[in-house]
């Protein structure tokens, strides 16, 4: 019952509670004081039009949450939705008639809201498949009480979030609050909002996976998560929906990043393939991150390994000129020339330090480098005809006959 301070007997009941101690949980809009599960009885107190409201309740059975779950009527914009438990029954009082208020999911998928109380020794009960509000007003009426606009919610205590909790913890799934404030996604027409809806999708379930990660103390000594969430793949509408998270360390993503960029270049599998492989499976990266990479890769291996390009119709002594200056040997910048090449010196450096650390070492300090100079030609289309120079080095063994081994 919902109790005004003004008559005795609603003066004890809140000089009763004044002694309690209400907190909010942020569930509700009303204030609660309880030692559920250590006692069965809690007490709420909110405030209206600056007056204090207060309820009592005794809970009788916890009750559960099936699957699938119905939540309470949305009779305003922004009113909450709460999920309602199943085999539910709580005491109060409403009116000044002692209730006891139960839910009980019926065979057609709806939920019967049952109010049972005690008149001369007899015990009566009105039920309804439509709302808690609904048969809270069947009740007042059959009892020839006015119609003070209670709601459901309040008298059956759907809003009582430490119960909330209580039945979470049975069920082993993460506490949140339920909140239907949004719109059924299927109501949302347009890609932006449904991506809108997908990502607070994806930050929600990111906080309650990494709270079940240290829950199951999958961490280190230092308690210290040692698994991280990266990626989790929905279908929508017959499409691949992927989450994806921010590791706090991305070396292994960019390794993997490197790989690809190598499985790609040397199967020689071009962007639009690799374009078309991740649009079938969601989960391969994304080929924007793939041609990125490659970009980064490339300009780290010109600032070493610069390619410079020189124009071969001029004279063998301008090109020498050339080749033995520091600028590089382009001729004409504004003009692409037909043939391009690489310093050896600059090669060398690269290769020095890793031939050096390789296990066995191929050279050691005080070694002669043995290079080997070929070439060899090959026609590219029906007109061109090109010819690659390489260098080798001979300390390597058999190792130089493989192919990865010329150097051009």
Same mark, same amino acid.
């Given at each position: @019952?919902? &109790?005004?301070?003004?008559?005795?007997?609603?003066?004890?009941?809140?000089?009763?509670?004044?002694?309690?101690?209400?907190?909010?949980?942020?569930?509700? @809009?009303?204030?609660?004081?309880?030692?559920?599960?250590?006692?069965?009885?809690?007490?709420?107190?909110?405030?209206?039009?600056?007056?204090?409201?207060?309820?009592?309740? #005794?809970?009788?059975?916890?009750? &559960?949450?099936?699957?699938?779950?119905?939540?309470?009527?949305?009779?305003?914009?922004?009113?909450?939705?709460?999920?309602?438990?199943?085999?539910?029954?709580?005491?109060?009082?409403?009116?000044?008639?002692?209730?006891?208020? +139960?839910?009980?999911?019926?065979?057609?998928?709806?939920?019967?809201?049952?109010?049972?109380?005690?008149?001369?020794?007899?015990?009566?009960?009105?039920?309804?498949?439509?709302?808690?509000?609904?048969?809270?007003?069947?009740?007042?009426? #059959?009892?020839?009480?006015?119609?003070?606009?209670?709601?459901?919610?309040?008298?059956?205590?759907?809003?009582?979030?430490?119960?909330?909790?209580?039945?979470?913890?049975? @069920?082993?799934?993460?506490?949140?609050?339920?909140? #239907?404030?949004?719109?059924?996604?299927?109501?949302?027409?347009?890609?932006?909002?449904?991506?809108?809806?997908?990502?607070?999708?994806?930050?929600?379930?990111?906080?309650?996976?990494?709270?079940?990660?240290?829950?199951?103390?999958?961490?280190?000594?230092?308690?210290?998560?040692? /698994?991280?969430?990266?990626?989790?793949?929905?279908?929508?509408?017959?499409?691949? /929906?992927?989450?994806?998270?921010?590791?706090?360390?991305?070396?292994?993503? $960019?390794?993997?990043?490197? %790989?690809?960029?190598?499985?790609?270049?040397?199967?020689?599998? %071009?962007?639009?393939?690799?374009?078309?492989? %991740?649009?079938? +499976?969601?989960?391969?990266?994304?080929?924007?991150?793939?041609?990125?990479?490659?970009?980064?890769?490339?300009?780290?291996?010109?600032?070493?390994?610069?390619?410079?390009?020189?124009?071969?119709?001029?004279?063998?002594?301008? $090109?020498?000129?050339?080749?033995?200056?520091?600028?590089?040997?382009?001729?004409?910048?504004? +003009?692409?020339?037909?043939?391009?090449?690489?310093?050896? &010196?600059?090669?060398?450096?690269?290769?020095?330090?890793?031939?050096?650390?390789?296990?066995?070492?191929?050279?050691?300090?005080?070694?002669?480098?043995?290079?080997?100079?070929?070439?060899?030609?090959?026609?590219?289309?029906?007109?061109?005809?090109?010819?690659? @120079?390489?260098?080798? $080095?001979?300390?390597?063994?058999?190792?130089?006959?493989?192919?990865?081994?010329?150097?051009?």
């Amino acid at each position: @019952m919902a &109790y005004v301070l003004g008559s005795s007997q609603e003066n004890n009941r809140s000089n009763q509670s004044e002694t309690l101690f209400f907190i909010n949980d942020g569930y509700s @809009m009303r204030n609660f004081s309880y030692q559920y599960p250590a006692s069965p009885f809690i007490t709420s107190q909110y405030i209206s039009g600056n007056r204090p409201f207060y309820f009592w309740y #005794k809970v009788v059975s916890l009750g &559960y949450y099936p699957t699938p779950v119905k939540l309470t009527q949305k009779n305003s914009k922004d009113c909450i939705q709460y999920q309602i438990p199943d085999n539910y029954s709580v005491e109060t009082e409403v009116s000044k008639i002692k209730i006891r208020c +139960e839910t009980k999911y019926q065979p057609n998928g709806k939920v019967r809201f049952t109010i049972v109380w005690k008149e001369n020794r007899s015990e009566w009960s009105i039920y309804s498949d439509r709302s808690a509000t609904s048969v809270v007003n069947a009740f007042l009426k #059959k009892n020839n009480r006015p119609n003070s606009n209670l709601s459901g919610v309040y008298i059956f205590g759907f809003d009582i979030g430490r119960l909330h909790e209580c039945r979470l913890e049975t @069920m082993g799934a993460p506490i949140t609050l339920v909140n #239907k404030r949004k719109r059924p996604l299927t109501t949302i027409q347009t890609i932006s909002g449904q991506n809108k809806r997908f990502a607070s999708l994806g930050r929600e379930s990111g906080k309650a996976i990494r709270s079940l990660i240290k829950k199951h103390q999958l961490t280190d000594e230092t308690n210290q998560p040692i /698994i991280h969430i990266h990626k989790i793949e929905l279908d929508f509408n017959g499409e691949s /929906i992927i989450l994806t998270y921010n590791l706090p360390d991305n070396k292994n993503e $960019l390794t993997k990043i490197d %790989a690809i960029v190598r499985a790609c270049d040397e199967s020689l599998l %071009a962007r639009d393939g690799y374009r078309r492989l %991740a649009a079938v +499976e969601a989960f391969l990266i994304r080929e924007y991150l793939i041609a990125n990479r490659r970009v980064e890769i490339t300009n780290l291996i010109n600032k070493d390994l610069r390619i410079g390009t020189f124009n071969i119709n001029k004279s063998d002594n301008d $090109l020498l000129n050339h080749l033995e200056s520091d600028d590089g040997i382009i001729v004409d910048e504004a +003009e692409i020339g037909n043939g391009t090449y690489r310093s050896i &010196y600059t090669i060398l450096q690269t290769l020095i330090p890793l031939w050096k650390e390789s296990s066995p070492a191929i050279i050691n300090s005080g070694d002669t480098l043995k290079l080997k100079f070929g070439g060899d030609g090959r026609n590219v289309g029906r007109k061109q005809s090109h010819v690659m @120079m390489t260098i080798c $080095l001979l300390n390597e063994g058999e190792e130089v006959l493989k192919p990865e081994h010329q150097y051009w």
